[in-house]
Nanobody, 120 residues
């Protein structure tokens, strides 16, 4: 079992930055891939970025210039640096972990409860 707890959300003005954190607890040794996802109000969940155990990353094309995913393995913590936030970025942001040899969204079996981001 892997427990994920997000933090760092809040309200920020357009053009501002936020850094989200996701602390992973429990049996994290089998984690192959971690990722960030978001669900805007009234919309479907969408993928933001993933990072695998080799440190390779992949991003949603529309977000790659503003968002950066990283991980501190010593702290078992995943991060998402978000810059130049826009009015379309408000959402509940979730981190997730996959223990399968895959970074496909369908293979993320562990999810946090999310942290809210608001842009004014």
């Amino acid at each position: 079992q892997v427990q994920l707890v997000e933090s760092g959300g809040g309200s920020v003005q357009a053009g501002g930055s936020l850094r989200l954190s996701c602390a992973a607890r429990g049996y994290t040794y089998d984690t192959y891939c971690m990722g960030w996802f978001r669900r805007p109000p009234g919309k479907e969940r969408e993928g933001i970025a993933v990072i695998d155990s080799d440190g390779d990353t992949a991003y949603a094309e529309s977000l790659k210039d503003r968002f950066t995913i990283s991980v501190d393995n010593a702290k078992n913590t995943l991060y998402l640096q978000m810059n130049s936030l826009k009015p379309e970025d408000p959402a509940m942001y979730y981190c997730a972990a996959s223990t399968r040899y895959s970074c496909a969204e369908v293979d993320f079996g562990y999810w946090g409860r999310g942290t809210q981001v608001t842009v004014s």
